[in-house]
């Protein structure tokens, strides 16, 4: 987002519409806010009313310019009211969804889109929210249902892109004996490659990537290794001629982490090593970097240099994130035949989380280490 959305010109015609505010949600200082919003995952957005702090909107995940274009509109409506009977509804739906009460969003944004033209503006907007809502509340065969009702004359291309892996992503949710299940997988596959491989539709490499990822899912389930194994050559060769097109040292890492994911999917977690290299170089103080590196290293089983690396990232960070730091420091260790060190690297791990201030504490991660260290007597 930083690297390619609010850069982009377009957005300069809003821009001083809003105050804009970046929070770290691993710094301590922020814990309290964390908590209050719930933040379901990284990167989210939320739009708040300034006179009573009220979250009038919020978006889960990475945005297009066009998308992010939609959600400012929506936020302005919600914030200062006024609009069509249309937008009331809109802003009723979306402060339950920013409020994280997801089944009851879900159904509020149902009915919106149901009593909503095809043609509204806001559709695509209110639809994404809609299928990630009703998936969050384990409404997976409405949000299946819903998904394959607004694929239908859909032009291809991002929107229909999105609803599709959506779809596919709460259709591979639904339990083995649904009978609407293949179904659905069958509908949405086809349509979701089908945009993930055209190189010549202008996708960001997160959306694509995105798309990739459930593609995997689905090629998983069915069993088809050799399938998968195709998806994620596809998904590699993707992300690296979008790093290759990059303006920016900024907009090339961007792309790291769904690179790592990529190479490790293949088993081949060396190709990840001069990337990552690179980061550390154009970004010394970043921690991600190394991070990566403990990780690939460790999947190819070069202990040592893992281990250094967790060292730095470790070093480095601070607050939830470093939580997956520990464990990847655990499996290294494990690695290496070392189960003192994996215990003391456990017990320093439960201490950390446990030393977290509340809004960032996390008693399942705790439990996790717990468990895992019991094994280890």
């Not at 990552?276 to 990780?295: G, K, S």
Request: hydrophobic content about 45%; some cysteine.
């Amino acid at each position: 987002m930083r690297a390619y959305v609010f850069t982009d010109p377009a957005l300069r015609p809003v821009a001083g519409r809003f105050v804009w505010l970046a929070i770290d949600g691993e710094k301590a200082q922020n814990a309290a806010l964390t908590k209050r919003l719930k933040i379901p995952g990284y990167p989210t957005f939320y739009i708040l009313d300034p006179v009573t702090e009220r979250v009038a909107l919020r978006w889960v995940g990475g945005m297009s310019v066009d998308q992010m274009q939609h959600v400012l509109a929506s936020g302005e409506v919600a914030v200062k009211g006024g609009g069509t009977p249309l937008d009331g509804a809109m802003v009723r739906a979306d402060s339950l969804y920013a409020m994280n009460a997801d089944s009851a969003a879900a159904s509020a944004y149902f009915a919106l889109l149901a009593a909503a033209p095809k043609d509204w503006p806001n559709r695509q907007r209110v639809l994404e929210s809609a299928l990630f809502a009703a998936s969050q509340a384990g409404r997976d065969p409405e949000a299946a249902a819903l998904a394959s009702a607004e694929m239908k004359g859909r032009e291809r291309g991002l929107a229909l892109g999105n609803i599709a892996s959506a779809g596919l992503g709460s259709a591979l949710a639904l339990p083995a004996a649904d009978p609407g299940r293949a179904g659905y997988i069958t509908e949405f596959k086809p349509v979701v490659e089908s945009i993930a491989t055209d190189s010549t539709l202008a996708l960001a490499g997160d959306d694509r990537s995105g798309m990739w990822i459930t593609l995997l899912g689905a090629y998983d389930d069915a069993g088809d290794s050799l399938g998968s194994h195709r998806i994620a050559e596809a998904w590699a060769g993707g992300l690296e001629r979008d790093a290759r097109l990059a303006a920016t040292p900024a907009q090339r890492c961007v792309y790291d982490a769904h690179r790592l994911s990529a190479y490790l999917e293949l088993g081949q977690p060396e190709r990840a090593i001069p990337m990552l290299e690179q980061t550390v170089r154009d970004f010394p103080d970043d921690y991600n970097p190394h991070a990566r590196l403990a990780i690939a290293y460790n999947a190819m089983k070069r202990y040592p240099e893992a281990l250094a690396e967790s060292d730095r990232a470790l070093a480095m960070s601070y607050g939830p994130r470093r939580i997956s730091f520990y464990r990847t420091r655990v499996d290294i260790l494990l690695g290496m035949g070392d189960k003192a060190g994996a215990r003391k690297a456990l017990e320093d791990a439960i201490a950390m989380v446990q030393g977290l201030p509340v809004g960032q504490r996390s008693d399942a991660a705790i439990a996790s280490f717990q468990k895992r260290l019991a094994s280890l007597e």
